[in-house]
């Protein structure tokens, strides 16, 4: 079953601080890992992405770390703001046109 | 350049009737991918079309069914509805820099079934 594990369900952090969540997947044929992020009431929205052959990428305050022989990838958002509560959700896909296959979603509220 | 756009953003439906929900992707992105996401289940992939075929289904009933025209734009569409398919639905398209495999997803229509 191909599957993806993300935790934790909700997380609570202060302004400033590092959010961390974090995915586990079974497929070995996954090569892509975007994050998105939503908004209620909006669509998901693309985060940051990264490949295999890569073992972090860093966009402005968010960085995904990718462990491959472990199979697991992580999302690091640095210097927490309260704009970024949200929910955030993890997903892999296999190939070019195959599905993106989504975590549960982590729900992360930023308090001031 | 526009994002994805969805129409209708909200609709209600009573179990038994069918509907219609339209998809515009991005200018020049030929695939389009339908989402249903609902609080028990999450984001769950419905198909994926390319170039006016489906590439990729996935495992809802026969109910579900969908088309893309000549100029990408797709519907999609539910026949006998069921309580159970009250979500929000989701488009998605694709087909730019990194190799095709970004999905940039629409605002959503919210379905509601009584």
């Known amino acids: 079953q191909q599957q993806v594990k993300q935790s934790p369900q909700s997380l609570i952090v202060q302004k400033g601080g590092i959010s961390i969540i974090n995915c586990a997947y079974e497929n070995t044929a996954f090569d892509y890992f975007p994050w998105y992020q939503q908004f209620p009431g909006k669509g998901p929205a693309l985060l940051i992405a990264?490949?295999?052959?890569?073992s972090e990428k860093k966009e402005g305050r968010f960085t995904i770390s990718f462990n491959k022989s472990a199979k697991q990838f992580s999302l690091h958002i640095m210097d927490s703001q309260p704009g970024d509560s949200a929910t955030y959700f993890c997903a892999a896909s296999s190939t070019i046109g195959t599905a993106l296959i989504f975590g549960k979603g982590t729900t992360l509220s930023v308090s001031s | 350049k526009a994002g994805v756009t969805q129409t209708p953003r909200y609709l209600i439906k009573t179990r038994g009737q069918q509907v219609t929900l339209s998809c515009s992707p991005i200018?020049?992105?030929?695939?389009v991918s339908w989402y249903q996401q609902t609080p028990g289940q999450g984001l769950q992939f419905l198909f994926e079309y390319f170039s006016e075929t489906q590439r990729n289904k996935g495992n809802f009933p026969g109910r579900f069914s969908g088309r893309q025209f000549s100029n990408s734009r797709s519907e999609m569409n539910v026949s006998t509805l069921e309580l159970g398919d009250s979500a929000l639905y989701l488009c998605?398209?694709?087909?730019?820099?990194?190799?095709?495999?970004?999905?940039?997803f629409g605002p959503g229509t919210r379905l509601t079934v009584l």
């Open positions: 990264i490949r295999p052959d890569v």
């Open positions: 998605a398209s694709s087909g730019g820099a990194m190799g095709g495999r970004e999905q940039f």
């Open positions: 200018s020049g992105h030929r695939s």
